[in-house]
């Protein structure tokens, strides 16, 4: 390590850190000015808005981390081009690729960061932030409360038509228990209900189809309280629950989940692989800003810095992207989070080899 490696990375950091407090409050006061209607009508209390907020920073910090960061490469690189110092450097016998090092460095420290922060400081903060979105701004959307199916253990199988998670209710309930891949019985039922006094499941117009050999044993009721093993929140769980757990807590999730047939499961699994890949990132973007703006542009730093906005936000947007392909299509979870940095990686090897020249 030299000093020169020290100045790179200090300014590095320092550049990100400027970034960071420039842009986070900004998105705090964006965010108040739309929500605050919201929080008067609902009636939220100001410790849950300042904890609400709190959770923001990492939600938000975490969303733009790639723009923060590129614009900080961008920003402080163009200074050192602009001061001529970059090619002070070049002219004494330096490469472009040992100028490289420190900024790499600098990458692998962020990105050492990011994959500790994402994995268990950000799940707790989605936790609260979804929390206070859900119960005081949108109040509709939190789970999937249509044509659920699930896998409750190795032999038996629910299904309902809609499911209301204020009443702890579900309508056109199924459920199917195999053996040997034999069905060996089966319940429906117009409507199921959880009484919370009761603790058991009361379901209305109960019918219960058991097959022996080549006969058919038929059961019907009006209604009958019974218990199930599993609970009644199983059939929906909240569209975020993956966001808001940590490394081993969600590894076990998407295991049941993927065991119980969830329709969420490449949702789930794209949270997963975005915790691996968004890393990386760092490594991507910050070769790609040293490449854009290691040499004097016509029109200065303002130029380099409106291509370093505009080829962020390309990147966040590629991101969301392929986040809705795999949401809403059966393109593959993997592909979703790792193709945008397969993408710019390419961007990157392009325009390093250019700066070289």
Same mark, same amino acid.
């Given at each position: 390590m030299k000093i020169i490696d020290w100045y790179i990375i200090k300014k590095y950091f320092s550049s990100f850190v400027v970034m960071i407090m420039l842009f986070i409050p900004v998105?705090?006061?964006?965010?108040?000015?739309?929500?605050?209607?919201?929080?008067?009508?609902?009636?939220?209390?100001?410790?849950?808005?300042?904890?609400?907020?709190?959770?923001?920073?990492?939600?938000?910090?975490?969303l733009l981390f790639p723009i923060f960061l590129f614009l900080a490469v961008i920003w402080f690189t163009s200074k050192l081009a602009n001061n001529t110092e970059i090619i002070a450097l070049l002219s004494s016998g330096i490469s472009f690729t040992r100028f490289l090092r420190p900024y790499l460095i600098s990458a692998g420290l962020i990105a050492l960061f990011t994959f500790f922060?994402?994995?268990?400081?950000?799940?707790?903060?989605? +936790?609260?932030?979804? @929390? #206070?979105?859900?119960?005081?701004?949108?109040? *509709?959307? =939190? &789970?999937?409360?249509?044509?659920?199916?699930?896998?409750?253990?190795?032999?038996?199988?629910?299904?309902v038509s809609s499911y209301d998670p204020i009443r702890k209710s579900a309508n056109n309930f199924t459920l199917e228990h195999f053996e040997d891949n034999l069905m060996i019985f089966k319940i429906q039922a117009n409507s199921?209900?959880?009484?919370?006094?009761?603790?058991?499941?009361?379901?209305?117009?109960?019918?219960?189809?058991?097959?022996?050999?080549?006969?058919?044993?038929?059961?019907?009721?009006?209604?009958?309280?019974?218990?199930?093993?599993?609970?009644?929140?199983?059939?929906?769980?909240?569209?975020?629950? +993956?966001?808001?757990? @940590? #490394?081993?807590?969600?590894?076990?999730?998407? *295991?049941? =989940? &993927?065991?119980?047939?969830?329709?969420?499961?490449?949702?789930?699994?794209?949270?997963?692989?975005?915790?691996?890949?968004?890393?990386?990132?760092?490594?991507?973007?910050?070769?790609?800003?040293?490449?854009?703006?290691?040499?004097?542009?016509?029109?200065?730093?303002?130029?380099?810095?409106?291509?370093?906005?505009?080829?962020?936000?390309?990147?966040?947007?590629f991101d969301k992207i392929f986040s809705v392909l795999v949401n809403k299509s059966n393109f593959p979870p993997f592909l979703g989070a790792w193709l945008p940095i397969i993408l710019f990686g390419g961007l990157a090897i392009f325009l390093l080899q250019r700066a070289k020249r």
């Open positions: 998105g705090i006061m964006v965010d108040m000015a739309e929500k605050i209607d919201k929080f008067k009508e609902n009636e939220a209390p100001t410790q849950a808005i300042l904890n609400y907020y709190l959770d923001f920073t990492w939600y938000f910090g975490n922060a994402g994995m268990f400081i950000v799940p707790k903060s989605n +936790a609260g932030f979804n @929390t #206070f979105i859900y119960k005081y701004i949108d109040k *509709k959307n =939190e &789970r999937q409360t249509k044509n659920l199916f699930k896998q409750i253990n190795p032999k038996e199988y629910i299904f199921i209900r959880w009484v919370e006094k009761d603790s058991v499941f009361r379901l209305s117009n109960y019918v219960k189809r058991t097959f022996a050999d080549d006969q058919e044993i038929y059961q019907r009721r009006s209604r009958l309280d019974t218990l199930f093993d599993f609970k009644i929140d199983d059939l929906a769980p909240v569209n975020y629950k +993956a966001e808001t757990l @940590t #490394f081993s807590p969600l590894n076990e999730f998407i *295991k049941k =989940e &993927r065991e119980g047939g969830s329709v969420m499961i490449n949702s789930h699994l794209l949270v997963r692989h975005k915790r691996w890949s968004l890393p990386f990132s760092a490594f991507v973007l910050t070769l790609i800003g040293v490449s854009v703006s290691s040499f004097k542009r016509r029109g200065g730093m303002g130029v380099n810095l409106a291509f370093g906005i505009a080829l962020g936000f390309l990147f966040i947007f």
